[in-house]
């Protein structure tokens, strides 16, 4: 019987690597040795029923593509990087096959970033800000002795005093060259004005680009500009920006130059100086790991001189919250500020940041950064340095937060889940049925090598695979009313077992012969009790973790 020579016939979420349950850093020798048992437990001469012969060839076939692809290492350098769809994309049949894979990579890498630049020249990139300005300090400075006999006077003045809004777009023109519209309106106390500019960028070369930009507005006039980015170094660039602001007054040059350096993996140096409006030079080291982010900062100029330093934690959670404080001294004053940010939805991120001053006085500033929109909110509360202020700004947003959460946030985003897993499901259903059929058709086909490896183990007192399930398991008791969604593969993995072991690796278990998902875009799990030299033992996996069995650590006590 002919096996199938193309590789396209193979279903696109199939996974190759856990079809014949190897590594993905397996070796030719790791690859051939796995196809080879895999076919002798599945070849279609072992079986006379036609229909058990069909679906022994459906499968055979299907190992086979697995195997056609893997081996050849041209093939596995592009399933790596992409999977399957790598392998049918357009303008791969012009790359010369006795390149290396690593030349494989470079030239499909750069295929794809030629359809990304297409797809690039067709969008833009908005970014907005809208930011809303709220005196509250009615709320702790108020006299009420001065408002007894005013109507409505009970309740405190709360008012919006200033509003910014700005936005911008890009329009790729080429592959190097970008237009960036933008512009913003700004009011407070009843006077505002705003301004437009209309920026041109080149992409110059692998090591820097050049922007031209103008501007109008209704305060400071006429805006010419030009900034320029250069690499001097692998770890060193420097970025020059020069300026020339048209008004009444006349004309304002400005110059801004910043020289950085990568000082190592994780820290930058900063070096800055600004000529013309507000002069001043700044030097600044910034070191950015994992877990935190640092900054500290020294600046000598014309109206502001200071040192400021900044700390922010950032935990290891599913909703990367972070937490963060910083100390500001200088001519202007002192001011401390701390807050946290956390991740509420997939796309937005919402934090808080009480500033605590002298002059400034207390305020709470809200911000929520929506995909690339960010909503701004500072709130004034007082002008001297009030502990209930303090309180009241440190002590309200996370109330106010933990309560939101628990009842709109928290089912808000389990009905989210709830409703793109149904989704999913509907979508999937047809060939979650069809994958079912075929784990069945497996599991028929392992009957008879399963029983003569039940037998040689059993003589050598050897694994024996007692019961295995595959899928959600549900354990806390506060998800007892969720159902649990698994499904029996105990003949699947009796029959992986050789030598009296069984070995599945860093891969979805559902891609495994005589496997399935039961429960699609659900977390799963494999548990299996088996026997090794007559005691029982018993573990549990994670559906994308490497297992190797008998361990000692597995074996269940007799008292329990």
């Known amino acids: 019987m002919a096996a199938a020579s193309s590789v396209d016939e193979a279903p696109d979420n199939e996974d190759y690597y856990s079809l014949l349950n190897v590594r993905r850093e397996a070796s030719q020798e790791e690859l051939k040795a796995a196809y080879r048992r895999l076919c002798m437990l599945y070849h279609p001469d072992k079986h006379r029923d036609p ?93 009420d002795e001065e408002y007894e006999e005013v109507p409505g006077s009970s309740f405190p003045h709360v008012e919006i005093n200033k509003m910014h809004i700005s936005q911008s777009i890009e329009a790729p023109l080429t592959a190097t060259d970008t237009a960036i519209l933008s512009g913003n309106l700004s009011t407070q106390n009843g006077n505002g004005g705003g301004s437009v500019n209309l920026a041109l960028r080149r992409v110059t070369s692998a090591k820097g680009w050049g922007e031209i930009e103008f501007g109008a507005g209704d305060l400071q006039g006429p805006l010419f500009g030009l900034k320029v980015f250069r690499n001097l170094t692998q770890r060193c660039f420097v970025t020059t920006n020069c300026a020339l602001q048209f008004s009444s007054r006349g004309i304002r040059p400005g110059l801004t130059t910043v020289l950085a350096r990568n000082l190592d993996k994780n820290t930058m140096g900063y070096l800055q100086w600004r000529w013309g409006i507000q002069s001043a030079m700044n030097t600044s080291i910034v070191r950015d790991t994992k877990t935190s982010h640092f900054t500290m900062a020294f600046q000598l100029g014309i109206p502001h001189s200071f040192m400021m330093v900044s700390y922010q934690h950032k935990f290891q959670d599913e909703d990367q919250t972070r937490v963060k404080g910083s100390l500001k001294a200088g001519f202007f004053g002192t001011i401390v500020e701390y807050g946290a940010e956390r991740k509420i939805s997939r796309h937005s991120v919402l934090g808080a940041t009480v500033s605590v001053g002298v002059p400034q006085g207390v305020s709470l500033k809200i911000k929520l950064n929506r995909a690339s929109q960010t909503y701004f909110f500072p709130i004034h509360l007082t002008d001297q340095l009030l502990p209930s202020a303090v309180f009241y700004a440190t002590a309200g947003p996370l109330v106010i937060y933990f309560a939101m959460h628990r009842l709109i946030i928290r089912p808000y985003l389990r009905a989210q889940k709830e409703k793109e897993l149904e989704k999913q499901r509907e979508s999937s259903a047809s060939d979650t049925f069809q994958k079912k059929q075929e784990a069945e058709a497996a599991v028929r086909l392992m009957q008879e090598s399963v029983r003569r490896i039940i037998e040689a183990e059993e003589a050598r007192m050897g694994l024996i695979v007692v019961n295995a399930w595959y899928g959600k398991f549900v354990n806390d008791q506060s998800r007892r009313n969720e159902k649990v969604k698994v499904i029996d593969v105990t003949v699947p993995l009796q029959c992986l077992v050789k030598d009296s072991k069984l070995i599945l690796t860093e891969a979805s278990k559902a891609g495994l012969p005589g496997f399935y998902d039961p429960c699609v875009g659900e977390d799963k799990s494999l548990k299996v009790l088996y026997q090794f030299r007559g005691v029982l033992h018993q573990v549990m996996s994670g559906d994308n973790e490497a297992l190797r069995i008998p361990k000692q650590s597995h074996r269940i006590d007799a008292d329990s």
């Open 51 to 143: 229909e058990l012969k069909r679906q022994a060839e459906q499968l055979f076939n299907l190992l086979h593509q697995a195997y056609e692809v893997l081996s050849d290492p041209q093939t596995r350098a592009i399933y790596d990087i992409y999977g399957k769809r790598g392998l049918e994309m357009e303008g791969w049949e012009v790359v010369e096959r006795r390149r290396t894979p690593a030349e494989i990579r470079e030239e499909f890498e750069r295929l794809q970033r030629e359809r990304e630049e297409r797809r690039l020249q067709q969008r833009t990139n908005p970014k907005g800000t809208i930011s809303v300005g709220i005196d509250a300090t009615d709320l702790f400075d108020r006299y």
